[in-house]
Nanobody, 125 residues
């Protein structure tokens, strides 16, 4: 398993931006696949975005397409999630995940082998 730690969460007004980062215990982002999920109060954990370690393949939930961008920062050895034009409904705890296999939005979260502790994102309307 990989140790993961998220950062960058906070409070932002609707329409604003935040950048989340996921640091791993690995020395490089390769050859793992990386994902972001979120969970709002009373709701199930849901897929947000995922990327191969090279960035050649990325997947996004329909609800965030065009607003969120997932990227592997090899220089910092982090997986980042740039979130623009945030909406109230984006409010949730955001989790980073890693696995040797790249799963997409149709795969259940439990397939991912490693998880971080989460970081809170709150969007005020």
């Amino acid at each position: 398993q990989v140790q993961l730690r998220e950062s960058g969460g906070g409070l932002v007004q609707a329409g604003g931006s935040l950048r989340l980062s996921c640091a791993s215990s690995r020395r490089t982002v390769s050859p793992y696949a990386w994902g972001w999920f979120r969970q709002a109060p009373g709701k199930e954990r849901e897929f947000v975005a995922a990327t191969s370690w090279s960035g050649d393949t990325t997947y996004y939930a329909d609800s965030v397409k065009g607003r969120f961008t997932i990227s592997a920062n090899n220089a910092r050895n982090t997986i980042d999630l740039q979130m623009n034009n945030l909406k109230f409904e984006d409010t949730a705890v955001y989790y980073c995940a890693a696995d040797r296999v790249l799963y997409d939005a149709t795969d259940p979260p439990y397939r991912w082998g490693s998880w971080g502790q989460g970081t809170q994102v709150t969007v005020s309307s």
